[in-house]
């Protein structure tokens, strides 16, 4: 912390606010925002490491916000496992996030988000499927999310194609993104990870603070701007950041 100038932690304290706005106000997206903005002045291993305590916390909250955890996690219990299993194969084996593709596979991922977003498309699983493409979706989940430090591709759109209803989606949503937080935190302590060293988990337990005070205005905003218009914006931005990032990992 002390190497970074007061412009790195003017733009750190942006990053964390506006990934709280966005989680308070379309319940979702604050690791996305985060780890995307965060990655262009630091590793993406140090922005996921930094965005965990936040990210963690605000999906507990949305886990216990309704009353069909049990449920939820019974239908969905083998896309969480092998979100488990693919977080550790992507955060371990693979190099994860301090492999040198990790800034462009970032980038990527981004930008697909953001290309579905603002193109509205949306798929639908026929109940049948779900048996056997809920793992394969919680395998991919997990991998992405153990390279890339992002835990909404694929499973978010996926989930959103079940015609859940949406308080079971939102508890869904908040059910599978604690899972991959707690295991991506797990893989991020072992060896010479960022969490193994007690300064990078006090510089997340800081971080909470902004982004909660983001989760607030992001609230009251809600209150008073079309969530359509602000999610159009978000995948806009999305899609910039990805295409930035893509560009850098490859020709910068």
């Known amino acids: 912390m002390s190497d970074w100038s007061l412009l790195t932690l003017l733009f750190i304290t942006f990053a ?32 996921a490491a930094m965005i965990i305590v936040p990210a963690t916390v605000t999906n507990v909250l949305q886990l216990f916000s309704g009353p069909r955890i049990l449920p939820n996690a019974k239908r969905f ?9 693919g977080t550790l ?10 492999s040198h593709w990790a800034p462009p596979l970032l980038g990527l991922t981004l930008s697909v988000y953001g290309v579905l977003g603002l193109r509205a498309i949306h798929f639908h699983t026929p109940t049948a499927w779900e048996g ?21 591709m694929p499973s978010a759109p996926y989930l959103q194609s079940l ?24 893989a991020l302590t072992g060896g010479d990870a960022p969490l193994a060293d007690p300064h990078a988990v006090m510089l997340s337990l800081i971080a909470l603070v902004p982004a909660l005070i983001g989760m607030e205005v992001g609230r009251r905003m809600r209150l008073t701007f079309s969530p359509a218009t602000f999610k159009t914006c978000f995948f ?15 020709f910068i």
């Open 16 to 47: 964390l606010v506006l990934a709280g706005v966005v989680k308070g106000v379309i319940a979702m997206g604050l690791p996305t925002i985060g780890v995307g903005l965060l990655s262009i002045v630091m590793p993406p291993s140090h922005a």
């Open 163 to 186: 015609a859940l209803e949406r308080e079971d989606l939102i508890q869904a949503l908040g059910l599978t993104f604690t899972v991959a937080n707690f295991t991506l935190a797990f």
């Open 89 to 98: 194969v992507g955060g371990y084996w693979l190099g994860g996030l301090s």
């Open 132 to 152: 056997w493409l809920s793992p394969v979706i919680g395998l991919a989940a997990g991998f992405l999310t153990g390279t890339t430090g992002v835990t909404v």
């Open 236 to 250: 806009a931005g999305l899609l910039g950041l990805g295409a930035f990032m893509l560009a850098r990992g490859f």
């Open 77 to 85: 219990w083998t896309l969480l496992l092998t979100l488990i299993a």
